[in-house]
């Protein structure tokens, strides 16, 4: 069985090659994904939606700084190339991500890819 550390390695790979489908794989049918900076996704498919979006909007890279494990969870600290950096908190249970959460600096990505910024 695979460990969460081993889990989210693969998970980065998978990420890396910008494949929504085989990215929502990793994912349980009622999986949550919540980027901090956007509503929380509940499910496989609206995940896979997400990343489908987000892979569409902007070359995405996630170069990975550290992998940590503690029991069921993994903690990954990440950067981009463009110097973005941030971090994920994955529960992991029997090999597939139940719930995600990341940390990142939204204003700074859509600079980053000159993407509109919203007035709010």
Not at 37 to 61: D, K, L, N, S, T
Request: aromatic share 12%.
């Amino acid at each position: 069985m695979k460990s969460p550390r081993q889990v989210v390695q693969e998970w980065v790979e998978t990420f890396n090659r910008a494949d929504p489908t085989a990215l929502a794989a990793f994912y349980s049918q009622d999986a949550t994904n919540h980027q901090v900076v956007r509503e929380p996704m509940h499910g496989r498919e609206a995940i896979r939606e997400m990343f489908e979006r987000e892979f569409a909007e902007a070359e995405m890279v996630c170069i990975v700084e550290n992998i940590f494990e503690d029991g069921e969870w993994a903690i990954l600290e990440w950067k981009d190339p463009g110097g973005l950096r941030g971090c994920g908190f994955f529960h992991v249970v029997e090999e597939k991500i139940q719930f995600q959460r990341g940390y990142w600096d939204r204003l700074s990505f859509l600079r980053q890819h000159g993407l509109p910024i919203p007035e709010e």
